[in-house]
């Protein structure tokens, strides 16, 4: 059974992704944050916070910490693959359930990808790295931006099949 097999190759992406975001956060150095703490209570008030080490460091970790959630967000979307291969496992192929899923994971890829690259552009300012939108935009999403267009129009394809499924069940 196809359906089967597309199952088990997403809970096989879903396993593998969640596995290497938490592998991630595991390897986050938390101890920085006691040191925030610390640091908040001794600041000079009379420096510049904005230009200050610690709150530049506290910077970064507030935008890896974004990552994260990103990461976490970009796996959520994935388990909306899930639902539809339910849906079609009922022979619900064009519900509006699986409209809405397609929408939703269009959503999520194109959501996912803009705000990572703002927060990756973020991140080389706050490094003082220089940043290239394009090279980054080409060296990782290339391919999340067009899937979740691919995904929009899918959406659309779906809600026009159903509309045609309708009419044809009533002259019937």
Same mark, same amino acid.
């Given at each position: ?10 809970? *096989?992406?879903?396993? %593998?992704?969640? /596995? ?6 595991? !390897?986050?150095?938390? !101890? ?9 209570? %001794? ?11 610690? $709150? ?9 910490? $974004?990552?994260? #959630? ?11 693959? *899930? /639902?539809?291969?339910?849906?079609? !496992?009922?022979?619900?192929?064009? /519900?509006?359930? @699986? ?16 705000? *990572?690259?703002?927060?990756? #552009?973020?991140? %080389? *300012?706050?490094?003082? $790295? %220089? ?23 899918? $959406? ?10 309708? !009419? @044809?069940?009533?002259?019937?």
């Amino acid at each position: 059974n196809n359906t089967t097999l597309l199952r088990v190759i997403t809970y *096989v992406v879903l396993i %593998s992704t969640t /596995s290497i975001l938490i592998n991630d956060i595991q !390897e986050f150095n938390f !101890e920085q944050f006691k040191s925030f703490a610390s640091w908040s209570k %001794s600041v000079n008030k009379n420096e510049n916070w904005f230009t200050s080490k610690n $709150a530049i460091m506290w910077s970064y970790y507030i935008i890896i910490t $974004a990552l994260f #959630f990103w990461r976490g967000y970009l796996i959520y979307g994935f388990t909306h693959f *899930v /639902s539809i291969l339910k849906e079609i !496992e009922k022979e619900n192929y064009f /519900s509006q359930k @699986n409209i809405n899923y397609f929408k939703k994971i269009g959503n999520v890829f194109i959501t996912y990808t803009i705000n *990572v690259l703002v927060l990756q #552009f973020l991140l %080389s *300012v706050i490094q003082g $790295a %220089s940043f290239n939108f394009f090279k980054e935009l080409k060296n990782e999403f290339t391919f999340l931006i067009p899937c979740g267009l691919a995904f929009y129009l899918l $959406a659309e394809i779906f809600k026009r099949a159903k509309t045609l499924k309708e !009419e @044809n069940d009533l002259t019937i």
